[in-house]
């Protein structure tokens, strides 16, 4: 149990990874469906919001920066809108409820919206549409977390990558999962290490001027999709987690990757909103969305994310591969923890 | 009464826009409406969505493709999900009222979303954030229009510019209004008009290959905002609209200056959300909200939308300018309709 090899199944990545949540602190429950959804990103090819970074959530939560202890208290309670306050709790089982919680009141009002404050990093965002999807649910999320983006035009930053998620009950599902910023800033620092120049429009020098030099945009800032698009999705984004929820804003988020930040509470919020998709037509016919995916694909296209497996029905006999560095991380975990 | 100059005050522009949708066959009231929202896309400076389009929809009124007689009907009435058929009415007074409703529920039930289906165009989708934002509701809008975008790495247009638009509810407002198009085909008309290149990006070929050529561009299809990212964008708004509202998807739209085809309604689908943004907050603050401005003005930049005036609050003397084409069409179509 104590090993981890660069490959790994699927059923045993799941339970090693919930082992050293649990050994962390956290209760059975919350450490698996976290677990899941930590593995479900490595799956999914999305390796940097996967097993890679559980090092560093151990270490926030050994540390006190996120509470291991944490429940959803419940603070505004109105038929179709909740609101909790995580506790500073990971953010994966979290999200994951306000999920369930959305779809569950969304089936009785049409629409319903939970946010949660005060929670933590949550993966790859995509991953909580599943709840609402699954179950013939439009499902949207929106997350924020530590400042990389300035206004338009701007030179300090006070945006975060501003994630939205969506998903659309077709068969396959289709999920949506896009950062407002033009790239992520993993692809900025491979662009670094290979000594290649950036495209235009990825990034901006620290004043805010635009950049091809990878070595300056890390010093930098990134820039929004698009431009000023881009810039106006990510103040929605900010204004529907950070601004309206909080208690924090994007520009005071603690980095989850500094150790020397790990004592302090991210204090991130989330927000999901989901809608019954049987109810809204306007003639009662429903099967436009079962077309959907066939439009599209004589149209010389595919939907996007209609790949991704579901979180809750992964096959644990598939084999998911981590760099050597995460391995022997996470292998160094459980012995500190004593598993 | 008769003649339209090219300058003409707020004031004056509304009333003679209003007896004209009159004399077209509208009720006062969704004339007046209407006229005021036309109007103020000319105030905000979106001349292409204003008293432009005027003459279309008269074309189409008179020729059957907008129904002058249509009303709102209830087809769906769940406590936080509304669904009317607009019955081929014009878009403007539908949308409004779609707003209003959704704003008056959110303020019961925390979240409210409102759908027409078999509507028509509505002009900039960005007027209809504000019955919401201005009660201090966050409001979210999405609509479609006749197919113009392919699917990433497709060949034929299945998506329109799937707009969509969100207000917050800073002070002065916060107005987010973009097609998910990388820009609109009146700046590719332009570019063609100056016989200039195309910025990559912009525009495909008709058969789905990328171009700097503008008069290829206009023979093809537009590109989607920021690549495959805005692509997934126009998935998910002409999901919330033509997919699932309907009954019309965006490759079946009726082009409105085709006036070929001014017989034939547009069963355009527009979707609201509107989102109670005093009681998100999980700290009992509402006052980062009120910081946001100035937290953007010190970072060096300004938020989207905040020069736009409410449509319900226009300065009646103040002067707006048409294009002398508008005005001598405008002319035209008072005299035809005996004013």
Chains 1, 2 share one sequence.
Not at 116 to 122: A, E, F, L, T
Request: charged letters at 15%.
């Amino acid at each position: 149990m104590a090993q981890f090899g660069t490959q790994l199944s699927v059923g045993d990545a799941i339970a090693k990874a919930s082992a050293l949540l649990v050994a962390a602190g956290l209760e059975e429950d919350k450490a698996v469906i976290s677990a899941r959804l930590i593995v479900a990103s490595d799956r999914w090819g999305i390796g940097s919001h996967g097993l890679m970074r559980l090092p560093f959530y151990l270490e926030r939560i050994l540390a006190g920066g996120i509470n291991s202890k944490a429940s959803m208290k419940l603070v505004t309670d109105l038929p179709s809108l909740v609101v909790f306050d995580g506790e500073n709790g990971l953010g994966h089982w979290q999200l994951h409820m306000a999920a369930e919680e959305a779809a569950s009141r969304a089936k009785t009002t049409g629409i319903a919206a939970v946010g949660i404050g005060r929670s933590s990093h949550c993966g790859a965002l995509g991953l909580y549409v599943w709840p609402m999807v699954s179950q013939g649910l439009v499902g949207i999320a929106f997350s924020t977390g530590p400042a990389v983006m300035p206004p338009w035009g701007g030179t300090k930053p006070i945006l975060s990558t501003s994630p939205m998620a969506a998903g659309i009950p077709t068969t396959p599902p289709t999920i949506i999962d896009l950062a407002t910023s033009a790239v992520a800033r993993g692809k900025i620092a491979a662009k670094a290490q290979a000594g290649a120049p950036l495209e235009p429009g990825w990034a901006f020098t620290k004043d805010g001027l635009p950049t091809l030099d990878a070595k300056e945009a890390l010093a930098g800032m990134l820039a929004p999709l698009g431009g000023v698009k881009g810039y106006a999705l990510a103040v929605l984004v900010e204004s529907l987690t950070g601004v309206l929820i909080g208690p924090r804003l994007a520009k005071d988020i603690p980095d989850m990757f500094a150790s020397d930040q790990a004592t302090l509470p991210q204090e991130i919020s989330h927000f999901v909103i989901a809608i019954d998709a049987t109810r809204l037509s306007v003639d009662g016919e429903n099967s436009r969305i079962d077309q959907l995916p066939q439009i599209v694909s004589e149209a010389g296209g595919r939907l996007p994310g209609s790949n991704r497996v579901n979180p809750e029905e992964l096959d644990g006999a598939e084999i998911i591969s981590i760099t050597q560095q995460v391995a022997e991380q996470l292998t160094l975990w459980t012995t500190k923890l004593g598993i």
